[in-house]
């Protein structure tokens, strides 16, 4: 089939390039001609692992393209995936679907045979309705344009894995007809047995919100258990373990750590929050909003847990972050808790210097004020403290006894349970982990 996929970020380059994998001719859109640039040498924008062989195969074997102009997508494709952003509002509540609306209203007038859009940006409930009469009135094609909601629920880091071989395909369909489209898109992997879960669209786009607010709940539920823990001198590691063993609780999206980051589960928590407030299910965003609270507290969480550990205020001490990126695996930064934290000791007057393997570049832009470092062993030169905050395997690999060299003082905060402690204090290092007690 000929797809196109407007929209070519974090979601949809990883979309695209998966689509020419599984056989489809692909044309991938966007506003920034730099990008689209880079996409057609075959350049892979982001870091995401698989992605450069995918991209560089598949503009090699033409086919998947890449361009600015709407126009040629609308005359190439007659599906055309939708995977613009959805930043959230000037509130800080709602979704800001202008990207979503704005592409649909250039799309529009080139829609001049019957086609099917398929959402996969994640939306407000509501959205695919507003979105097919708005094609209806504007373009030629008018009703034959049929707009589907296909939540995405690809992870970064992992996007081509989850693309190829996701849990679940959902979709929102509003005809027997626009089903009949999406299962002939996705016939490579219902052939290999991958669920499809057909709804209505209001179904669909509340499905994406509800399991994006559910994984931020029960991180903000293991945050808030890893403080008790703290308080009682117990492991938060082992109780995680131990509860993850049952199959209604699961051991999966619970690992307590800094808090939840990223371009999605934030945002999606409170859009998702507010909601439940608008829909009037009180209760729904009254539990919401404790969870966003707790993953609001925890960068200030971590800075006592520093603090507690060095036994000082950070002021004038020498930090090295390890991590910028909000998790491991990308070099996304958005909304991440390591730089957040690093923040934070900066502006309580520490002297921050942060490593990450991947991800200096991208961290350099949001935050110019601090220190970056591009090797790790650079990193931690007169160090008196390393707060390890994303759960790169290189840092959970880094040599404790080499490290004791370079540093000013041997101590360690391990924000991500990551390292193996007894192997770092047998070398000479004080560690200290989130949730767990001080000495074991
Ligand atoms: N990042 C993820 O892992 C992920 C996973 C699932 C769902 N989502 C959802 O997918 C959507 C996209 O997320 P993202 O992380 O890829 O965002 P992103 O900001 O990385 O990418 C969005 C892209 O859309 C482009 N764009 C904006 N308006 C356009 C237009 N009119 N025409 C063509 N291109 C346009 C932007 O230039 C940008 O490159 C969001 O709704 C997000 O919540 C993201
Ligand atoms: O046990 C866990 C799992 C995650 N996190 C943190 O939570 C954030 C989000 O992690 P993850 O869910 O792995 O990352 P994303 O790539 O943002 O993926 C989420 O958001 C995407 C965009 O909506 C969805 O498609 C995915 O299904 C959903 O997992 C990161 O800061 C993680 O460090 C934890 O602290 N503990």
């Not at 380059?13 to 001609?33: S, T, W």
Request: charged share 20%.
């Amino acid at each position: 089939m000929r797809v196109s996929v407007i929209g070519c970020g974090h979601l949809g380059i990883p979309h695209a390039a998966a689509m020419a994998e599984i056989g489809h001719e692909v044309i991938g859109v966007d506003l920034d001609q730099a990008k689209i640039d880079r996409l057609n040498a075959g350049e892979c924008p982001i870091y995401e692992e698989g992605l450069p062989e995918l991209l560089a195969a598949h503009t090699a074997s033409g086919r998947l393209r890449f361009t600015t102009d709407l126009a040629e997508a609308a005359a190439f494709a007659n599906v055309h995936f939708l995977a613009v952003g959805t930043p959230i509002d000037a509130d800080g509540r709602s979704y800001d679907t202008g990207q979503v609306f704005g592409a649909a209203r250039a799309l529009a007038p080139h829609l001049t045979r019957p086609c099917v859009i398929i959402g996969k940006s994640t939306v407000t409930v509501g959205t695919t309705r507003d979105l097919a009469t708005l094609l209806a009135r504007l373009a030629p094609a008018g009703t034959d344009v049929e707009v589907v909601w296909n939540p995405e629920f690809l992870r970064e880091g992992h996007a081509i894995e989850d693309t190829l071989r996701p849990d679940r395909i959902v979709v929102g369909v509003p005809s027997p007809h626009a089903e009949d489209v999406v299962r002939e898109v996705y016939a490579p992997l219902l052939h290999n047995q991958i669920p499809l879960f057909v709804t209505d669209p209001a179904t669909a786009e509340l499905i994406k919100g509800a399991a994006n607010a559910y994984l931020g709940m029960k991180i903000s539920f293991i945050n808030g258990v890893a403080d008790m823990c703290a308080a009682a001198d117990a492991d938060v590691h082992q109780l995680t373990e131990a509860i993850g063993l049952d199959p209604r609780i699961g051991r999966g999206g619970l690992n307590a750590g800094p808090g939840y980051g990223g371009g999605c589960l934030p945002k999606d928590v409170r859009a998702f929050t507010a909601s439940a407030q608008s829909l009037g299910a009180l209760d729904a965003a009254a539990l919401l909003r404790a969870a966003e609270q707790v993953n609001e507290s925890r960068p200030a969480a971590a800075l006592t847990l520093i603090e507690q550990t060095i036994g000082r205020p950070v002021a004038g001490a020498r930090v090295t972050v390890w991590g910028a990126s909000f998790k491991a695996g990308t070099d996304d930064v958005r909304e991440s808790p390591a730089l957040a934290i690093a923040a934070l000791m900066h502006q309580r007057g520490a002297i921050v210097t942060v490593h990450d393997p991947h991800a200096v570049p991208t961290a350099l832009v949001r935050h110019p004020e601090l220190d970056y470092a591009e090797d790790l062993e650079e990193s931690v030169k007169g160090a008196e403290l390393i707060v390890l905050a994303t759960e790169w395997p290189q840092f959970r690999d880094a040599d404790p006894k080499a490290l004791f060299a370079l540093v000013e003082q041997p101590v360690l905060v391990d924000l991500r349970n990551l390292l193996n402690a007894d192997t770092w204090r047998t070398a000479g290092w004080t560690v200290r982990q989130l949730g767990r007690p001080a000495q074991p």
